[in-house]
């Protein structure tokens, strides 16, 4: 079923195709040169790292095999630490970082560094134990022993088991067994640990020794770190709050289970939010306080008004529904790389299922386009997954452009995002969009569904940069 | 409590056995004594039949010599290892020398015998090498320690302390340089005349001793960083050092 | 990983290996010459005729150990700071004190913790003023340490005395 509007003069549209392509180009070329230099900054703080040591003179130490064990302990110390350091960095949702990489590839990669960082913390405590013990003619557990007496050297064990503890409720299988926010506090005893182990580092051999330069790069590391994350987590989003003074208006029941919030404040359009960000909301009522929620805009917000649309997923979303007018509600964000801003291809095509409609809303209404420039597939399993549908069509940008609706159950047994009735018709993502190739694909949905769109459109031949996915897991 | 010493020569020097408390019957010393003669049989230089003046004449190897000479040779190696040859049971000739051990050994072997028979009150000096258990009426052994320009006088005395039960001297004044000395560095600006440490054993005590004797201030400084013995050092100036152990035993007592 | 970031990251990472290890070469060479430094200044030790008019040994020469420096005829007094030694506790510099040629005074310079820790970590002997001469009585010492006594000396020495004593 198709949904025509009357196409829009031409003469209305302000920017030409090719200055509209042009600016994507250098945008997109921009970002590509930030994205390069983040990865090299990585890289560099470990070469660097390794460097401190070289610089020490580490190189001249090595002359026997517990020497040498000895350097690599000390070597896999400072490697280990610099990338725990990184993946702080890495969870501290800077801004620059998102409109980069998005928080969730930055996630993905904080998680990524998780295990090689512990392996080679461990293999620090390991390999100096030994080299000790070998040059000085005793055993392990001696040294360790000996490790302990010293106070510095007792908070490192400390901290190191705090990681340990940290990294092993990360672990998918033991996380599923705790409610998020505990599992959250667990994790933020990784702060403590990574601060428990610097005065052991301050004191114990002589890489970082008092008045080197090697030391004051090395505090530098930790102020970045530690200062990322106190102004973006925490500065920021407390002055940001308190600016706007943001207030839910009223709670709107969209379909079952599915509420829209109807929030306000002032100089909401400051926030500069781009259609298809989302935000992390945390509402000031005593049920909800303690939950922070990512939560995508379902509107472009006005100067006074907002409005996010969530679905009850569980206890804490399902409070929310329940917040009442007038609670208190600060924000951290916006974030999201689900943007106008991000694409690189002159079409545009949009796939939504269910709750997915959020930010495919307010990033249709945010963006400009042409007649015949967009293609949206609205999916959804029945009518009460509908929500928000018919704004689609009254959407002024939406103008000359189509929309289509999948209605009704997939086949059972079968892996497609499409329903029954589609694919009987004889459906395809390159029949759906025909000019997919030269599109931009914008997917929002429950992962699994996403995960089969872009299954096809790769198949179709889309490249990377042309598929943009909203995922709300990270 | 009585106190009774047992005085005999051994090993070319004098032993001098003091017990406060329990006193072991006569077999007791006995074997203590010949514990002294057995080392003093295999390892003696000064002995032509001794297996080691046999060894140092070619007539027997080090591989067909008994299992007690195998030991103590491997002990010396191991401790001339952990002493980067400063100390070495090797003379500048060649001949293998296990004189700076043996003694130690066999003062340790003895105090084996006498733990075994349940003294628990003594002290043991063979030739100013000490070792000790016990205390005496309440209050710890007290060794003194000899000024090595006045043979009768004494520079401190000091309080032997569980664990540290081991008293060893090495020193240049008595019986000449019987110490092999490493090789003079460019930066023993000072030499030592005399060396005593505290340890928990007497082997370590003996072999340290004498090590920091040979390698000098560096030397001392790297055996007390590594181990964990106490030592005080006269230089040849009469300039004294003490570790933190036994500065306090050091600058101490009148009366 | 795009292969722009990756070549940028791998030359950069050299760069940065090769500065520090330049870096460490150079400071093991500034390290070699302050040792000769601090060992030239140290005093001599021995060369100090003594004002006894009646010696009359032959005219002093410098002990072979001595001789890297030029020989002085009087006393040095002073400070001097020695060569940085690398342990494991972090990088410790010692200061001497030289009060007419014999060393008076120690003074751990770098130590990377509070003076609690150089406690801890530093069980160096270090110079301790020599008391007066004790005999043994006054002593009340049970047994003598000192370098080994044939039998024949053991007849006149101090522990012979004891053992008479506690016999």
Request: charged share 15%; net charge neutral.
């Amino acid at each position: 079923m198709a949904t025509d509007t009357a196409p829009l003069s031409r003469a209305a549209t302000f920017r030409t195709d090719d200055t509209v392509a042009r600016v994507r180009r250098v945008r997109t070329r921009r970002r590509m040169r930030a994205a390069d230099l983040m990865v090299v900054a990585v890289w560099l703080s470990v070469a660097v790292a390794i460097s401190l040591w070289l610089a020490y003179g580490g190189m001249n130490q090595v002359t026997d095999p517990a020497s040498a064990i000895t350097a690599l302990g000390i070597v896999t110390g400072l490697v280990g630490t610099d990338l725990i350091l990184v993946m702080l960095v890495l969870a501290a949702r800077i801004p620059a970082i998102d409109r980069v990489f998005g928080q969730d590839r930055a996630m993905a990669l904080h998680r990524r560094l998780g295990r090689p960082a512990l392996s080679l913390i461990l293999a620090h405590a390991a390999l100096l134990t030994v080299g000790y013990a070998m040059s000085d003619g005793s055993n392990v557990v001696a040294e360790t022993i000996g490790f302990l007496q010293s106070k510095d050297l007792l908070l490192a064990y400390l901290g190191f088991g705090l990681l340990v503890a940290v990294v092993v409720t990360s672990l998918v299988a033991v996380r599923r067994r705790f409610s998020y926010e505990a599992w959250h506090l667990i994790h933020l005893l990784s702060y403590l640990a990574v601060l428990v182990a610097v005065p052991h580092q301050l004191s114990a051999g002589g890489v970082l020794a008092e008045g080197t330069g090697q030391r004051v790069y090395w505090l530098a590391l930790y102020v970045l770190a530690f200062g990322s994350i106190g102004v973006f987590r925490f500065l920021v989003p407390m002055i940001r709050s308190a600016r706007h003074g943001i207030r839910v208006a009223g709670v709107e029941q969209v379909a079952p289970g599915v509420v829209s919030l109807h929030l306000t404040g002032r100089n909401l359009d400051r926030l500069h939010t781009a259609g298809g960000q989302y935000a992390i909301w945390r509402f000031w009522t005593g049920a909800t306080w303690w939950h922070a929620h990512p939560i995508s805009f379902s509107a472009v917000p006005t100067a006074t008004t907002a409005r996010i649309t969530v679905r009850d997923l569980g206890r804490g979303s399902a409070a929310i529904g329940r917040v009442r007018p007038g609670a208190r509600v600060s924000i951290e964000g916006p974030y999201g790389v689900f943007t106008d801003a991000h694409r690189v291809a002159p079409k545009l095509a949009v796939v939504a299922a269910g709750i997915g409609i959020t930010p495919i809303r307010s990033l249709l209404e945010h963006s400009p386009l042409s007649p015949g420039e967009a293609t949206v597939v609205l999916r959804g399993t029945d009518s009460t997954q509908s929500y928000l549908w018919s704004e689609i069509g009254a959407l002024p940008s939406m103008r000359g452009n189509t929309v289509y609706t999948m209605l009704g159950a997939r086949p059972p047994g079968l892996a497609t995002w499409m329903s029954a009735e589609a694919l009987s018709r004889g459906v395809t993502i390159t029949s759906a969009f025909p000019d997919l190739l030269r599109s931009d694909l914008y997917v929002c949905g429950p992962q699994a569904w996403t995960d089969l769109v872009i299954r096809d459109a790769r198949a179709a031949g889309l490249r990377e940069a042309q598929i943009h996915v909203e995922r709300f897991d990270w | 409590m009585t106190v009774t010493t047992h005085v005999f020569n051994t090993m070319g020097t004098t032993a001098s056995l003091r017990f406060a408390g329990p006193v072991p019957s006569d077999e007791v010393l006995l074997q203590v004594e010949d514990a002294f003669a057995e080392f003093d049989r295999r390892f003696s230089l000064y002995r032509a039949d001794s297996e080691l003046s046999r060894i140092a004449t070619g007539e027997l190897t080090l591989a067909h010599s008994s299992d007690a000479v195998r030991d103590c040779y491997r002990d010396a190696m191991m401790w001339s290892h952990r002493t980067a040859g400063v100390f070495t049971s090797h003379r500048p000739d060649g001949v293998l020398d296990l004189s700076g051990i043996v003694k130690a050994a066999a003062i340790a072997a003895a105090g084996t015998i006498l733990d075994t028979f349940g003294m628990p009150s003594w002290v043991l000096n063979v030739g100013g090498d000490i070792l000790t258990r016990g205390s005496i009426n309440g209050s710890a052994w007290r060794i003194g320690i000899t000024d090595p320009d006045a043979r009768t006088s004494l520079l401190c005395a000091l309080e032997v302390q569980n664990p540290r039960q081991a008293v060893a001297t090495s020193g240049t004044a008595e019986r000449g340089e019987h110490i092999w000395r490493a090789p003079a560095t460019s930066d023993t600006l000072v030499r030592y005349r005399q060396v005593t440490v505290v340890a928990d054993d007497i082997v370590t005590a003996d072999v340290l001793a004498t090590a920091i004797l040979a390698g000098g201030p560096q030397w001392c400084d790297d055996i007390l960083d590594r181990f964990d013995v106490d030592a005080l050092t006269v230089d040849d100036h009469g300039g004294i050092t003490a570790s933190p152990g036994l500065r306090e035993a050091a600058s101490l007592i009148l009366g | 990983m795009r292969a722009r970031a990756t070549i940028l990251g791998a030359l950069s990472s050299i760069a940065v290996f090769a500065v520090g290890w330049q870096l460490g070469a150079d400071g093991q060479q500034s390290e070699t010459t302050t040792s000769d430094t601090a060992a030239g200044s140290a005093p001599t030790s021995t060369v100090t005729p003594s004002a006894d008019a009646g010696s009359s040994t032959a005219t002093p020469a410098p002990t072979p150990s001595a001789s890297a420096s030029e020989t002085t005829t009087s006393a040095v007094s002073g400070t001097f700071t020695g060569t940085s030694v690398h342990t494991r506790f972090g990088d410790v510099q010692v200061q001497i004190t030289v009060q007419d040629g014999i060393l008076s005074d120690v003074t751990a310079l770098q130590l990377t913790d509070q003076d609690s820790r150089s406690v801890s970590i530093s069980n160096r002997a270090a110079p301790i003023l020599r008391q007066e001469v004790l005999s043994a009585q006054s002593a009340n010492v049970h047994s003598v340490s000192g370098a080994t006594y044939t039998s024949n000396a053991y007849l006149t020495s101090l522990q012979s005395a004891l053992d008479q004593a506690g016999l």
